[in-house]
């Protein structure tokens, strides 16, 4: 079985200041790990994906994250917040990547940016 | 390419009332997925379908049916609407395990 975590429901940062969402997950086999992001009333955009191929990802609009096996995490991660990034970010765990396969989501983070 | 497609994208139904939600993709994807999202919740699957002719129970299918059409279409249908299913609904198709997003649906039962 397969779980996801994230670590506040609510973050308020500074525009310009630093973004990090936390997610942690539970997975019995090797994880494919997903962030996505979601504007009002839109549906989820893709920001990144883990596969394994390097530890460090980066995604777009200046988005990354890292995963970190040991503490079975992949937090999101952002230098410089901008007021663009106000919406809410979904972390997600896969059970494989063959036809059918299915994701877990967490509950989700609301990210507010301050002028 | 349009992607995911859904229609409607919002609906008010009454209690009992039944209807479909439509969902469409042009990528070629061998699977697609129902999802309703409710607040603090995150998105809950409610049936998937991995390749033309098969379609399978998610966590949250109770009310639900599914119709795989044909590669590009899977509706949703609400035989019987509760309040309960009070929701928004996007649809997604996968490649290699990454899923893609339609638009969403807003229902309301009343």
């Known amino acids: 079985a397969q779980s996801v975590t994230q670590l506040g429901s609510h973050v308020s940062v500074s525009e310009g200041a630093l973004v990090l969402l936390r997610c942690n997950y539970s997975?019995?086999?090797?994880?494919?790990l997903f962030w996505y992001v979601q504007y009002p009333n839109q549906g989820l955009q893709l920001l990144l994906k883990?596969?394994?191929?390097?530890?460090l990802v980066k995604g777009i609009n200046g988005f990354e994250a890292e995963f970190k096996k040991s503490e079975t995490s992949f937090h999101l991660t952002k230098p410089s917040a901008h007021m663009s990034d106000a919406a809410e970010y979904f972390c997600?765990?896969?059970?494989?990547?063959?036809?059918?396969?299915?994701?877990?989501f967490g509950e989700g983070t609301q990210l507010t940016v301050n002028p | 390419n349009a992607g995911v497609t859904q229609t409607p994208k919002f609906q008010v139904l009454k209690t009992g009332q039944s209807m479909t939600l439509q969902c469409a993709q042009d990528?070629?994807?061998?699977?697609m997925y129902w999802y309703r999202q409710d607040p603090g919740m995150g998105l809950r699957l409610i049936y998937y379908?991995?390749?033309?002719?098969?379609?399978d129970k998610g966590e949250v299918p109770n009310g639900y049916n599914v119709s795989r059409l044909n590669k590009r279409e899977f509706s949703l249908r609400l035989e019987s609407a509760a309040p309960s299913q009070t929701s928004v609904y996007f649809c997604?198709?996968?490649?290699?395990?990454?899923?893609?997003f339609g638009p969403g649906t807003r229902l309301l039962v009343l």
């Open positions: 997604a198709s996968s490649e290699s395990g990454t899923q893609y």
């Open positions: 997975s019995s086999v090797p994880p494919y």
């Open positions: 883990y596969t394994s191929a390097a530890t």
């Open positions: 997600a765990v896969s059970d494989g990547e063959t036809s059918g396969s299915r994701l877990t």
């Open positions: 990528m070629n994807h061998n699977s």
């Open positions: 379908s991995a390749s033309e002719g098969t379609t």
